[in-house]
């Protein structure tokens, strides 16, 4: 549905969701739950703001390639398709509750919003794609992390009519070494990932009717939950 059209039908009971809110939902219903319905969140420790920098950079990178219709040299080959236009992707990179493209589920009177930062176009059809700074060598499982938000974006993207071919892909930067002048060596991985908007869509019907009920437990292995409880008991 249309931005203009989806703002016509929200009403003051409609639930926003992102792919990280629904990645706390699996992750502890508990913890999503109060987030949302109480507004009480999780502690947040200190945290590093070296991967906000390096995902800034990347698209400052990528966008500069964008300009002379070209994709940087190391992922040349290994992706399909080409960058799409920069109109576009500084529309899908807003991450506001009003952004596009997003999913709305008019039974559920509920929104999935979430920003792009990378997508391909390969004749008429869309390849999300997002950058990852990685600390370490990728193992076969790495991208299991990341499976729900590329899902997610191929939902939103259906869901707007773009055509894609259940694909994205995953483009790490994993540091090797520091060269005497200070500069960074990074290995670049491209992963290509198999998408389902159909698994995002069943997930995201979970989340808004455990926020439209009572209050769940708490996953089992939740360590914010269990620390709640430890300092509870000693109290």
């Known amino acids: 549905m249309e931005l203009v059209g989806l703002l016509k039908i929200m009403t003051k009971n ?3 969701l992102s792919p990280s809110k629904l990645n706390l939902f699996l992750e502890c219903p508990l913890c999503f739950w109060l987030s949302e ?53 500084n529309k899908w990179r807003t991450t506001n509750k009003n952004s596009e493209p997003s999913y709305y589920d008019e039974k559920l ?56 071919l259940n694909l994205a892909y995953l483009i790490y930067y994993i540091p090797q070494e520091i060269k005497e002048t200070g500069l960074v060596q990074f290995k670049i991985e491209v992963v290509e990932v198999k998408t389902d908007p159909e698994r995002a869509k069943k997930i995201f019907e ?24 430890d300092y509870l008991n000693f109290k």
């Open 14 to 16: 409609t639930i926003y």
């Open 37 to 89: 319905v109480e507004k009480i969140h999780r502690p947040e420790g200190i945290s590093s703001t070296l991967p906000r920098g390096m995902d800034l950079l990347i698209k400052k990178y990528f966008d500069k390639y964008r300009a002379l219709n070209k994709l940087p040299p190391e992922i040349e080959g290994k992706v399909r398709g080409k960058l799409i236009s920069q109109d576009i992707l």
């Open 109 to 164: 009177d509920a929104v999935l919003f979430g920003g792009l930062d990378e997508c391909l176009i390969e004749g008429d059809y869309y390849i999300p794609a997002d950058y990852k700074t990685y600390g370490f060598e990728l193992k076969e499982n790495s991208h299991s992390f990341h499976q729900l938000q590329l899902d997610a974006y191929t939902l939103m993207l259906e869901a707007n009519g773009y055509k894609h």
């Open 206 to 229: 979970s989340a808004v009717n455990l926020l439209r009920g009572p209050k769940p437990n708490s996953h089992s292995e939740c360590q914010y939950c269990s620390w709640v409880g």
